[in-house]
């Protein structure tokens, strides 16, 4: 069953869409629409490339117009775009608060869409990708496999490995046991629908940024069907042995790709230390651990954001800085200029 969601951006009084949005639909090859915005900078004739954002599980767009806003203000045209399963884009399930996916495959069936679809028909290049936990690990898995068409990657906290699990090994093997029993389209033991970025801020994972966290779940209250809520077994299921297959030296070492990864200190959602490991052997590639920093860096607060931001600059040709961010940066005509 594929069960879709209405095309559109939506705002609400703390998160403003940026202004110059083009909100569309990219087939996939199995025929699955994904949701797929872009954005060019205003007063700017010839932009500096193209950068596809590509987010992680249980995010839709709506969360990224402050960071869609930073990149169109640095004079990128910007790409967001929603997995399958995820906030604007076709479901896989009924009941649409089940993250559900029977195999990481199918995510690089969006990826590569996306890419054919949108980057290379409407888009100027160079192309760089700014992306996060699962989508960094995608990203990672189509880059070791071949896909060039990136001049460099930001990766910010993919997802190699679940943090704080003793017994990964015993977690992975319940998932594919409860999976052969038919169940995989059940929530996980103890999961809901609640949506993860909506629970109370002081038991959040997420961000140590009141703000921005009460943004996001904002979104979510006034938008409901953009919430996702705890995953399927089917889901942990593929994410564990997505995840056995991508970390590893080898996959590591085929990425020839440029590639900056960024990681959260005081991150409970992914292992920094799997992260660290794992960009020891890119052959392009360094990581950074930000102390302090939790799981979403784009969602954290100013401080932080602001070295994520000047790592980037750093690292993207053709990037100029903006100066200091300021607090909660407005996403309206003026912020997207």
């Given amino acids: 069953m594929v069960e879709r969601v209405a095309v559109e951006l939506f705002a609400t009084p703390d998160n403003a869409v940026p202004t110059g949005a083009v909100v569309t639909t990219v087939p996939t090859m199995d025929g699955v629409n994904l949701r797929v915005a872009r954005w060019a900078p205003r007063g700017r004739k010839r932009p500096r490339g193209t950068v596809l954002i590509l987010q992680g599980r249980a995010e839709f767009i709506e969360k990224y117009f402050e960071t869609v806003a ?5 004079g990128f045209v910007v790409v967001a775009f929603d997995w399958r399963g995820q906030g604007g884009s076709d479901h896989q399930l009924a009941n649409h608060r089940k993250g559900h996916i029977s195999s990481f495959k199918r995510y690089r069936r969006d990826l590569d869409a996306v890419i054919h679809e949108m980057l290379l028909v409407h888009c100027p290049a160079p192309y760089f990708a700014l992306a996060h936990s699962m989508g960094a690990a995608i990203l990672f898995e189509a880059l070791s496999s071949g896909e060039n068409r990136f001049e460099r990657t930001v990766a910010l906290a993919p997802m190699l490995a679940i943090a704080r699990i003793k017994h990964p090994g015993v977690v992975r093997t319940l998932a594919e046991w409860l999976g052969g029993l038919g169940l995989s389209r059940w929530f996980i033991p103890g999961g809901g629908a609640t949506p993860l970025g909506t629970k109370p ?5 997420l961000t140590s940024d009141p703000v921005r966290y009460a943004r996001n779940a904002g979104v979510v209250a006034a938008v409901p069907e953009l919430g996702l809520g705890d ?24 990425i020839t790709a440029q590639v900056l990864v960024i990681a959260g200190g005081a991150d409970p959602v992914v292992s920094t230390a799997a992260i660290e490991r794992f960009s020891l052997y890119l ?11 939790r799981h979403e860096l784009l969602m954290e607060r100013d401080d932080i954001r602001e070295t994520v931001w000047a790592a980037f600059d750093a690292f993207v040709p053709g990037s100029e800085g903006t100066g200091p961010l300021s607090s909660q940066a407005d996403n309206s005509d003026s912020a997207a200029a």
Avoid at 201 to 205: A, M, S, V, W, Y
Avoid at 231 to 254: D, H, Q, S, Y
Avoid at 283 to 293: D, E, M, W
Wanted: hydrophobic content about 45%; proline content about 4%.
């Fill in 231 to 254: 995953p399927t077994i089917g889901w942990v299921r593929a994410a564990f042995r997505f995840m056995a297959g991508l970390n590893t030296r080898k996959k590591a070492e085929a």
């Fill in 283 to 293: 052959k392009s590639g360094h990581a950074i651990v930000l102390p302090g920093a």
């Fill in 70 to 74: 930073d990149l169109t203000r640095r």
């Fill in 201 to 205: 801020f002081l038991d959040n994972r």
